[in-house]
Nanobody, 117 residues
Framework: QVQLVESGGGLVQPGGSLRLSCAAS????????MRWYRQAPGKERELVAG????????NYVDSVKGRFTISRDNAKNTVYLQMNSLKPEDTAVYYC??????????WGQGTQVTVSS
């Protein structure tokens, strides 16, 4: 049974940091590119960051470059999103996703991140 379980969300003040984790099971984690998406109320889901299978290539949406870092630990079947210098506009539900060409994408249930004073 495929599972992606996000954790680490919460309420943080502007300028603060959070580290999201996504624990994967039930599929060959190291063979999948991993992505973090977010969806704010009333907005479409947005790709925030992605990382290749062995972590050598990463990409970010412009709005988070220099503030967010995606990483993965294939030994632990876990992908992370370190979020620094958080802004109110980063408030959203954050989802992790596993992607492999020719296979369906897998999704987690999401974790809420709220940036507010």
């Amino acid at each position: 049974q495929v599972q992606l379980v996000e954790s680490g969300g919460g309420l943080v003040q502007p300028g603060g940091s959070l580290r999201l984790s996504c624990a994967a099971s039930g599929f060959a984690f190291s063979s999948y590119a991993m992505r973090w998406y977010r969806q704010a109320p009333g907005k479409e889901r947005e790709l925030v960051a992605g990382i290749a299978t062995f972590g050598g290539i990463t990409n970010y949406v412009d709005s988070v470059k220099g503030r967010f870092t995606i990483s993965r630990d294939n030994a632990k079947n876990t992908v992370y999103l370190q979020m620094n210098s958080l802004k109110p506009e980063d408030t959203a539900v954050y989802y992790c996703s596993a992607h492999s060409v020719g296979s369906p994408d897998y999704w987690g249930q999401g974790t809420q991140v709220t940036v507010s004073s």
